[in-house]
């Protein structure tokens, strides 16, 4: 019998290298001491990565449950494929704080107004400057600081380099804001045309949508403190976008798309829809996420879908156990839904989010 222990480390490194996907390269490394010490990141070459759903905060009585503990340092990360556990990850930082995720980072918010940026994988942390440095930023309670920034979105990774931005959407009213590497204060965008609900980075440039679903970009290197209109949604379909929906701006197939879900309150919970597109992609939305991936790339994930969790933030706050019911996959072709994750997790603070896994 072969002693799967002493296979020869630069065998194991060639082994790392051909697994796609991180779930996979993480079981490998789990195999044993000699396997996890090559399961780093020089050794894997995969490119697009499946989000993971990182699962709320675990609950009291779900520590003890031996299936499925977790302590209050640890996340839960599932994948979508089949809804199987991937694993835990130890995250103090995270402890009883909001996280957003944006580029395989994720933004982390504490009751007293303080926000990092947060690793999730080496924990590298990045302190970024207090809220109460906004511009509209009034003091309020400790939920209202929780919910006080909406969407979050990096302009590229910080690790190795300090050319990077994060603009976000803060404050009841959308507004806009972004902080620059080594700033020691927010910039806000000053504009006049309504909330804004969705940003996303695309060709250099950061573009919002608003709940008119007009389409704004700004380019903070020649206008630092202005968003102007570049387009919008048809006109027939903006008073529907305004009765309580939510649009996204997403990136799909090398173009900008705008999705609109019907699931801003919870009275609307589960209906899904938005101007059809066909193609080989699949979108990831949900709170704080606005991802697509080529799903013909990326075994297990299904085309022509939505996959979507919680997005329901004025909701939460009438429920217990808040956000985390409204999870699943929206097929484009024939209006179904059908789950990916059968167990529950719920939070009034951070609810179920999508997380990429990146190094």
């Given at each position: 019998m072969v002693n799967w222990a002493e296979l020869n480390q630069d065998l194991l490194s060639l082994i790392g290298k051909k697994l796609d996907f991180r779930e996979d390269f993480n079981a490998f490394g789990r195999v044993c001491k000699s396997w996890r010490s090559v399961a780093v990141k020089?050794?894997?070459?995969?490119?697009?990565?499946?989000?993971?759903?990182?699962?709320?905060?675990?609950?009291?009585?779900?520590?003890?449950?031996?299936?499925?503990?977790?302590?209050?340092?640890?996340?839960?990360?599932?994948?979508?494929?089949?809804?199987?556990?991937?694993?835990?990850?130890?995250?103090?930082?995270?402890?009883?704080?909001?996280?957003?995720?944006?580029?395989?980072?994720?933004?982390?918010?504490?009751?007293?107004?303080?926000?990092?940026?947060?690793?999730?994988?080496?924990?590298?942390?990045?302190?970024?400057?207090?809220m109460t440095t906004l511009d509209h930023y009034e003091d309020g309670s400790m939920f209202n600081n929780f919910i006080y920034v909406q969407k979050a979105v990096l302009s590229s990774c910080p690790s190795g380099s300090n050319n990077y931005v994060l603009m976000i959407i803060h404050e009841g009213r959308g507004f806009l804001g972004y902080w620059r590497c080594g700033d020691k204060a927010w910039t806000t965008i000053q504009t006049r045309f309504g909330a804004f609900r969705d940003i996303t980075y695309y060709k250099g440039q950061f573009y919002a949508v608003n709940t008119s679903g007009k389409v704004f970009v700004c380019?903070?290197?020649?206008?630092?403190?202005?968003?102007?209109?570049?387009?919008?949604?048809?006109?027939?379909?903006?008073?529907?976008?305004?009765?309580?929906?939510?649009?996204?701006?997403?990136?799909?197939?090398?173009?900008?798309?705008?999705?609109?879900?019907?699931?801003?309150?919870?009275?609307?919970?589960?209906?899904?829809?938005?101007?059809?597109?066909?193609?080989?992609?699949?979108?990831?939305?949900?709170?704080?996420?606005?991802?697509?991936?080529?799903?013909?790339?990326?075994?297990?994930?299904?085309?022509?879908?939505?996959?979507?969790?919680?997005?329901?933030?004025?909701?939460?706050?009438?429920?217990?156990?808040?956000?985390?019911?409204?999870?699943?996959?929206?097929?484009?072709?024939?209006?179904?839904?059908?789950?990916y994750f059968k167990g529950e997790s719920f939070s009034s603070i951070c609810p179920p989010l999508w997380v990429r896994p990146y190094f």
């Open positions: 020089e050794n894997f070459r995969g490119s697009q990565q499946i989000p993971w759903l990182m699962l709320a905060e675990a609950e009291e009585e779900e520590k003890g449950d031996k299936n499925n503990s977790a302590t209050a340092d640890e996340r839960r990360f599932v994948s979508v494929k089949g809804g199987d556990m991937i694993g835990k990850l130890m995250l103090p930082e995270a402890r009883g704080k909001r996280c957003l995720e944006t580029r395989g980072w994720l933004v982390t918010i504490s009751e007293n107004s303080e926000m990092n940026l947060l690793h999730p994988i080496s924990r590298v942390q990045i302190a970024l400057p207090s380019d903070i290197e020649r206008d630092p403190t202005r968003a102007h209109a570049v387009g919008g949604a048809p006109d027939e379909i903006v008073p529907w976008i305004q009765t309580e929906r939510h649009p996204y701006i997403v990136e799909w197939e090398g173009n900008l798309l705008i999705v609109v879900r019907d699931g801003f309150m919870l009275k609307y919970v589960g209906s899904m829809a938005w101007n059809p597109s066909k193609g080989d992609n699949a979108l990831f939305l949900g709170d704080n996420a606005s991802i697509s991936v080529r799903a013909a790339a990326l075994l297990g994930i299904k085309p022509n879908c939505i996959y979507y969790t919680d997005d329901c933030w004025p909701a939460y706050i009438e429920f217990k156990r808040g956000g985390g019911r409204d999870m699943g996959i929206y097929n484009l072709a024939d209006g179904s839904q059908t789950p």
